[in-house]
């Protein structure tokens, strides 16, 4: 971003071409001659590098004159900077990898697949929020905590894959894990999204207690009940057949996840399929934005200097020229 703090000068610039205009009219009207008895010896003889170069002192200093106009003009190079003055929102993903998210009724993948996808479309859509990621199975587990490096998270969402140990799942412990990491921000809203397909079966904490956990420190938690109503594909290896499907009744707790919405403030959603999936986490989008206040500000450098010593060098290089090798004799 470049600016003039004395734009008007540049005016000046405009009358450079008149300078040039009247010298070519003085050249015309003031060439010299030379009168000769023969001109024999003169013919076939070229013009010299040096007189081709002799309105070189004029061009010199023209270039030298317009350099110093615009330095005087003092030109600044304006750097641009923002300074966030609100806080943004603190966010925890709260996402169930255990094994029967490997259920295929949300195409074009499993659950946990068709989950990450939706999740990642999410984090694109923030700005200025801090958002961490929790996957639970039978325990939870911090796979990230609260950052502001989007791409560093959406690397780890991506590497999540299905629980091979701590079978069963464990809503509350997975609540419980998030809110740890929410216990000491000071942001000025505290959010989980909370996103699993069956009941608790696992866990030291209840999803009862984990929910009035997260009521007393103002947490609102969004919960997300994943998968179809009635049966869905479930792919297993059998040793004899080998991969075949077997049919699995979705087992999702519609009461709990309910309650523990309903107890921090925040709203229980169900996807049974992967557009509805995608559309309540554009919903929560909506619901959890900030107003973010910017102050912009400008630095700007003065270019002066750099103008300045370039139209004294080229004002040197005129004087030198026409004081010495294109010299003029009256």
Aim: charged share 20%; aromatic share 8%; net charge positive.
């Amino acid at each position: 971003m470049i600016r003039f703090e004395s734009p008007w000068l540049l005016l000046v610039l405009t009358a450079l071409p008149v300078v040039a205009a009247v010298y070519l009219l003085a050249l015309r009207r003031t060439r010299g001659s030379v009168r000769l008895s023969d001109l024999s010896l003169a013919r076939g003889t070229r013009p010299t590098l040096w007189t081709r170069l002799r309105h070189a002192p004029f061009a010199l200093r023209l270039a030298a004159l317009s350099l110093l106009v615009v330095a005087f003009a003092r030109p600044q190079a304006g750097l641009g900077q923002e300074e966030i003055l609100t806080r943004g929102i603190d966010i925890m993903l709260s996402v169930d990898n255990s094994t029967s998210m490997a259920a295929e009724d949300l195409q074009p993948g499993n659950r946990l697949v068709v989950a990450k996808a939706a999740v990642g479309k999410f984090i694109q859509g923030r700005k200025n929020d801090r958002i961490g990621l929790v996957v639970f199975a039978g325990r939870g587990y911090t796979r990230c905590p609260l950052t502001l490096d989007y791409d560093i998270l959406q690397q780890l969402l991506g590497g999540v894959e299905m629980a091979t140990q701590d079978e069963g799942t464990a809503i509350g412990m997975g609540l419980v894990t998030a809110i740890n990491r929410l216990r000491d921000s000071d942001a000025k809203s505290r959010v989980v999204v909370l996103l699993t397909d069956g009941r608790n079966n696992r866990g030291e904490i209840d999803p009862s207690t984990a929910a009035a956990l997260a009521q007393s420190l103002g947490i609102r938690v969004y919960t997300i009940g994943v998968g179809t109503r009635g049966e869905a594909p479930y792919k297993i290896q059998d040793p004899f057949f080998g991969n075949r499907y077997v049919y699995l009744r979705a087992d999702v707790d519609d009461e709990t996840l309910t309650a523990i919405a309903k107890q921090t403030g925040g709203q229980y959603f169900r996807a049974t399929d992967t557009n509805s999936l995608t559309e309540i986490f554009r919903q929560i989008d909506g619901m959890e934005k900030t107003d973010i206040k910017v102050r912009h500000y400008v630095r700007y450098t003065e270019l002066f200097g750099w103008l300045l010593l370039p139209s004294v060098v080229l004002f040197l290089g005129e004087v030198g020229l026409a004081t010495t090798r294109l010299r003029r004799l009256p």
